[in-house]
């Protein structure tokens, strides 16, 4: 007893000198992370990750959440990674009066800005809610959508091959095949609702998670 309370204690103090937020459980839901390995994850705590790349749209930590004023707004897990079977999860809130929501998206799989699939609102705002195919640079796919989001959500798609399976505060919302994209990396982006900008709305994100579904 007394040997298992003192490899308890070791690995919380490894813990806390390496920053392995999975041991402490902080994942979106309260629980645990999807089953295989973590591939990405950031709580925002401390700033952002280094992984992180901007590529458009002013991005800025603010109470330990991803925040954006403008649009439209692009931002990328870098660094290499390109993944095949996988989940991506986040928290999806916004500030601001209802003619000024912002349209939330997570971008789902990308090879690059202009060759993504999105999972979110379309553009406007989101009184449309659903995937959105890129292929450089112009819409080719737009399914058919769902009631807006809520306010404060946990959006979730899993992929495997070219099924997406979108999830929405744990509930199956809905599933596209698409085959424009075999692999790529994934992120957060942002679109304009009727009043963005001098109506004060804004779009904030949290604890981005990604995790291995091979």
Known sequence: MRRLLIIAVILVLLASLTGC????GRFPNGGDPQ?????????FQDGYDPAWGFTRGNW???DGQLHTTSEPGSAYVTGGNSWTDYSVE????????FYG???RRI?????????KVVFGGFQGGESRVGFIVYVDGEIVVETESIPTLPDTCIVRIDVVGSTYSAFVDGIHVMTLEDHSNPSGTAGLGISAGEGWGPRGA???FDDFLVTSLE
């Open 90 to 97: 986040c928290q999806l809130s916004y500030s601001g009066n």
């Open 60 to 62: 800025e930590v603010v």
């Open 21 to 24: 937020e999975w041991l402490f």
């Open 202 to 204: 804004s779009g904030w």
């Open 107 to 115: 971008v789902v799989r990308a090879a690059d800005d202009l060759n």
């Open 35 to 43: 089953p295989g390995a973590v591939l990405f994850f950031d709580d």
């Open 101 to 103: 929501h912002p349209s």
